[in-house]
């Protein structure tokens, strides 16, 4: 595919940056960034070290070498892998694979990037593993936890560093099912369970799936391709593109529902737009583990139809979802509802406006006590309600509502897609006067049974030179029985030891891939210096570095006249504040 003009009228919304799911306002952004710079040069002068991320295993959390873009379809930032252009060949000369194309993860418009300058990859301080920091006490020490972000020596090579994400504990085995990790203790016969994670590793996990506030515009004069429309219509209108608001005056006591559907174009659908064609109707398709980071091509790869096709070999279903927002409250009247479905099950979020009760439920059962909020008055509010794990969590004004979220004791966890799923994140009102605007969904990271390999054993025979047979596929509900998975792998972990996946699943050489080249074999003399058994996807706690704990330096954000200076320079350059940040 060629770039070129993906639509007449081209408008491209926003600021051009990307934006998290849950939105802070812009003097606490500042202010966090500055603190993230100072306290990483505090502790640095203590004791910590600084890391250059060289892979994209870790990716979107943290970025290895990469291209950043602006869509010029719908405007939208997204990053894309361009590691392959410093390898090397087998006697150490470049390989010059330049990555010249790379997809959009909000609407799957192909770029063509043979101009964008490749970045070096986020630069990060790690705190070492038992540094006590001054004036802390106990809560001073540095003791990396599961979901935190760790460094640590390979153990096949320990004169190389990795990071990766700690995610299986000492005396425990840990199970990957369904995109998930589910553990029990070692030698158990309990029931495997997801272990909780924080309200800051959750949300900070979550990937982007679609902002609203970048919509393609070849698509805009077309309803078939809304993404959010109303159940019946004329129950809701935009008065301006993005913000929605719930019919005025509506006292019959009936809710009015708007539904996101997953109106993804495919391919063929993109080149009927660039040729002036009609793409056709839009249609609804299941949310995917599908990441703009893993779309890079080379020259050499757009030779080959299956090499060209690999961007679109992302066919795991994602059914755990958070939806963002801004909530205008114009008058404290009504009911307002947040609606998540995973696996045809339904988990809401009820707001009673007059009061500021908010109560959650999962197919209709009450789940947790209620809470009150602040959204009881006329206001705008920051908004992101999620299911992960099978727990609901609520962020209202960067305030967690039940902490770290309420389980659901019904969840199965696992489970077919449904129909319902091709419509998984509704709103809904009743006698109330509102707006929402600022639509962002997310879903949760989904980690592969092993990588660069399908989870789903019946998709051997599908077409994967045709990404239009992977869209069929996802958009017919009498065909998601063959979204079943291959038999879940266990990895029991030894007391003192850990297991490290990266965040990046499919692409991540992480414990599932290792060897065991470091232990003596004697039935192989002179192999192997430790005699430890350690398992091959074990890390031995004398390996740990520390935890990786922030930002410190991201790429500079280049600046007009944007003057280039080789391939990959732009002068002038200022650095990007809005990207330094917390590690979760």
Same mark, same amino acid.
């Given at each position: 595919m060629s770039s070129g003009d993906p639509g007449r009228g081209l408008e491209r919304p926003g600021d051009g940056r990307p934006t998290p799911l849950v939105s802070r306002s812009g003097w606490r952004d500042s202010i966090e960034s500055f603190v993230v710079v100072f306290l990483a040069f505090l502790v640095w002068s203590l004791e910590a070290e600084g890391f250059v991320i060289p892979t994209g295993s870790m990716a979107p959390t943290l970025m290895g070498r990469h291209k950043e873009v602006t869509c010029p379809a719908c405007g939208a930032v997204f990053a894309v892998n361009a590691e392959r252009e410093v390898e090397l060949d087998v006697?150490?000369? +470049?390989?010059?694979?330049?990555?010249?194309?790379?997809?959009?993860?909000?609407?799957?418009?192909?770029?063509?990037?043979?101009?964008?300058?490749?970045?070096? *990859?986020?630069?990060?301080?790690?705190?070492?593993?038992?540094?006590?920091?001054?004036?802390?006490?106990?809560?001073?020490?540095?003791?990396?936890?599961?979901?935190?972000?760790?460094?640590?020596?390979?153990?096949?090579?320990?004169?190389?560093?990795?990071?990766?994400?700690?995610?299986?504990?000492?005396?425990?085995?840990?199970?990957?099912?369904?995109?998930?990790?589910?553990?029990?203790?070692?030698?158990?016969?309990?029931?495997?369970?997801?272990?909780?994670?924080?309200?800051?590793?959750?949300?900070?996990?979550?990937?982007?799936?679609?902002?609203?506030?970048?919509? +393609?515009?070849?698509?805009?004069?077309?309803?078939?391709?809304?993404?959010?429309?109303?159940?019946?219509?004329?129950?809701?209108?935009?008065?301006? +593109?993005?913000?929605? =608001?719930?019919?005025?005056?509506?006292?019959?006591?009936?809710?009015?529902?708007?539904?996101?559907?997953?109106?993804?174009?495919?391919?063929?659908?993109?080149?009927?737009?660039?040729?002036?064609?009609?793409?056709?109707?839009?249609?609804?398709?299941?949310?995917?583990?599908?990441?703009?980071?893993?779309?890079g091509l080379t020259a050499r790869?757009? =030779?080959?139809?299956?090499?060209?096709?690999?961007?679109?070999?992302?066919?795991?279903?994602?059914?755990?979802?958070?939806?963002?927002?801004?909530?205008?409250?114009?008058?404290?009247?009504?009911?307002?509802?947040? =609606?998540?479905?995973?696996?045809?099950?339904?988990?809401?979020?009820?707001?009673?406006?007059?009061?500021?009760?908010?109560?959650?439920?999962?197919? *209709?059962?009450?789940?947790?006590?209620p809470a009150v909020t602040k959204v009881h008055r006329p206001g705008r509010h920051d908004l992101c309600f999620a299911n992960i794990d099978g727990r609901l969590t609520l962020v209202i004004d960067q305030e967690p509502v039940f902490g770290d979220g309420i389980g659901d004791p019904t969840d199965p966890g696992t489970g077919p897609p449904t129909a319902d799923d091709l419509e998984p994140a509704r709103m809904a009102v009743r006698a109330a006067d509102?707006?929402?605007?600022?639509?962002?969904?997310?879903?949760?990271l989904y980690y592969t049974i092993r990588p660069d390999q399908s989870d789903y054993l019946d998709l051997e025979g599908l077409d994967w030179e045709d990404p239009s047979a992977l869209f069929e596929l996802l958009a017919d509900p009498s065909r998601f029985a063959r979204l079943g998975s291959r038999e879940p792998i266990d990895y029991p972990i030894a007391p003192g030891h850990y297991l490290m996946l990266g965040d990046n699943s499919p692409r991540s050489g992480d414990g599932r891939a290792w060897g065991r080249a470091d232990q003596v074999d004697p039935a192989q003399p002179g192999r192997g210096w430790d005699d430890s058994g350690r398992a091959s996807w074990e890390v031995p706690e004398r390996l740990l570095v520390g935890k990786a704990f922030c930002v410190y330096w991201p790429h500079p954000r280049p600046l007009w006249p944007r003057l280039c200076l080789g391939p990959d320079l732009r002068f002038p350059v200022v650095p990007d504040f809005a990207r330094m940040r917390w590690i979760r």
């Open positions: 006697i150490g000369r +470049p390989l010059a694979a330049r990555v010249v194309r790379g997809t959009c993860q909000n609407c799957r418009y192909e770029s063509d990037l043979h101009d964008a300058p490749s970045f070096s *990859g986020d630069r990060i301080y790690v705190m070492k593993q038992g540094l006590a920091l001054p004036l802390m006490g106990p809560a001073g020490r540095v003791q990396l936890a599961r979901w935190d972000v760790a460094v640590f020596k390979q153990p096949e090579d320990p004169e190389v560093r990795f990071i990766k994400r700690m995610v299986g504990m000492p005396g425990e085995d840990v199970r990957i099912r369904a995109g998930d990790v589910w553990v029990r203790p070692s030698g158990s016969t309990a029931a495997f369970v997801r272990p909780p994670r924080s309200i800051g590793h959750l949300l900070g996990m979550l990937v982007p799936v679609y902002d609203d506030r970048h919509r +393609p515009s070849a698509f805009s004069t077309d309803p078939s391709w809304r993404r959010w429309a109303p159940v019946r219509e004329g129950d809701w209108s935009e008065s301006e +593109p993005g913000k929605f =608001e719930p019919r005025p005056g509506d006292s019959s006591g009936g809710w009015a529902e708007l539904r996101y559907r997953h109106m993804v174009p495919a391919p063929d659908q993109w080149a009927a737009i660039r040729a002036g064609r009609w793409p056709g109707p839009g249609r609804p398709t299941l949310i995917t583990d599908f990441c703009s980071y893993n779309t790869d757009c =030779e080959h139809p299956w090499a060209s096709m690999r961007p679109w070999r992302q066919p795991h279903w994602v059914g755990d979802l958070g939806l963002s927002m801004k909530l205008e409250v114009r008058r404290p009247v009504g009911q307002f509802r947040l =609606e998540l479905i995973r696996g045809g099950r339904s988990h809401r979020c009820d707001l009673d406006l007059s009061t500021g009760e908010v109560r959650l439920s999962g197919d *209709g059962r009450t789940i947790g006590p509102l707006a929402v605007s600022e639509l962002i969904l997310g879903r949760d």
